[in-house]
T-cell receptor, first 118, second 110 residues
Framework: KAGVTQTPRYLIKTRGQQVTLSCSPI?????VSWYQQTPGQGLQFLFE???????NKGNFPGRFSGRQFSNSRSEMNVSTLELGDSALYLC?????????????????FGPGTRLLVL | LAKTTQPISMDSYEGQEVNITCSHN???????ITWYQQFPSQGPRFIIQ???TKVTNEVASLFIPADRKSSTLSLPRVSLSDTAVYYC???????????FGQGTTLQVKP
């Protein structure tokens, strides 16, 4: 069974631009969560989507947004990029059978998209 | 929401048992504790999850005392391939929010 895939794997943008990252979950998984990982702040939860609806949200500004499609694929968008947005963006999927939050089931992470903002 | 604290790094030798402790003093009744392993250039990988007492699977054990203010991941007989960063995660049953610890870099030496 194919794992979680993320595209692109690497991205370079300049300040003020916007970026869209894509995540394809494991087949049959209905929930997708996004995380930001930086050396200074570590792993931080961005948001979670379940059945095309945002179910949980971390403490990030509104410049960070996302959506989920009917096939469970998800995209994350960051507008007006800042230097501090340089990070590894990880997505994780889980089955969502129980309809509960991400921690209740095993999450499967993708390899991440490394974003560099210049 | 609980704040999690872990040691920054630990060293061990092959064949030894390694215990990594995570402190989460403000953990709430409905919060779960999960541990992940991460290798360079890869996403984290689930190791084990628990709520209270002890949980064991084929790769690790998780010990959670009655007050649940800390948890200990136990890796039996580590090998060189266990060299990685280990993260403790507390998930809120009330808000759905997730808080990761800063990660513990485990270096296993021959």
């Amino acid at each position: 069974k194919a794992g979680v895939t993320q595209t692109p794997r690497y991205l370079i943008k300049t300040r003020g631009q916007q970026v869209t990252l894509s995540c394809s979950p494991i087949s049959g998984h209905r929930s997708v969560s996004w995380y930001q990982q930086t050396p200074g702040q570590g792993l931080q939860f961005l948001f979670e989507y379940f059945s095309e609806t945002q179910r949980n949200k971390g403490n990030f500004p509104g410049r960070f947004s996302g959506r989920q499609f009917s096939n469970s694929r998800s995209e994350m968008n960051v507008s007006t990029l800042e230097l501090g947005d340089s990070a590894l963006y990880l997505c994780a999927s889980h089955r969502g059978l129980a309809g509960g939050p991400p921690y209740q089931e095993t999450q499967y992470f993708g390899p991440g998209t490394r974003l560099l903002v210049l | 929401l609980a704040k999690t604290t872990q040691p920054i790094s630990m060293d061990s030798y092959e064949g030894q048992e390694v215990n990594i402790t995570c402190s989460h003093n403000n953990i709430a009744t409905n919060d779960y504790i999960t541990w992940y392993q991460q290798f360079p250039s890869q996403g984290p990988r689930f190791i084990i999850q628990g709520y209270k007492t002890k949980v064991t699977n084929e790769v690790a054990s998780l010990f959670i005392p009655a007050d649940r203010k800390s948890s200990t991941l136990s890796l039996p007989r580590v090998s060189l391939s266990d060299t990685a960063v280990y993260y403790c995660l507390v998930g809120s049953g009330n808000t759905g929010k997730l808080i990761f610890g800063q990660g513990t870099t485990l270096q296993v030496k021959p």
